[in-house]
């Protein structure tokens, strides 16, 4: 077992990351750009175990050339189990999208300023934006469904049949 290691503080307080807490990761940067020389940051959530015991649910942005991780969002009410990039669209700016303890987060990219969230009361794991705006989620139970969430009606509807998931893998493997 990997021991914790101090990465320095923040909030005048002394950090240290605990190996495993590092709950989902993007490669989706929103600058577009496929070519390692000139792509755009790359953005993780992550749960930062503060050494006076306190634990900081974050979207961090992590610059490719440095690796250096900055935190990027005011703090979540717990670590999300998911995160996708939204690319600028007609439907809106650039923006970052966090799904925890079935709610749906937007995040600033630039700012890091959260949106009020908007709740959908179904778990997941998985979460994917179209360029068009559609966000989809994958539960985590085992009859895996993908759900389209529509945050103007704060509506979760599934879009293959409970289970399909499950059969397709099977005939699959």
Sequence with gaps: MRANKTVGTFNGASTEIKAGLCMALTLAGLAGSASPASAGPIYAT???LRTDGVRENRI???DPTTGVATPLSDLLPTAPAALAALPASSAGPARLIAYTSGTLWTIDPLTGVLSDGVSFGVSG?????LADGR???ITANAAAQVFRLDTATSLAESVIEPGA???ALATAY
Excluded at 125 to 129: E, F, I, N, P
Aim: net charge neutral.
């Design 46 to 48: 992550g749960q930062l």
């Design 135 to 137: 966000i989809f989620l």
């Design 165 to 167: 998931i499950a059969a």
């Design 60 to 62: 961090y942005r992590i």
């Design 125 to 129: 794991t998985g979460l994917d934006a």
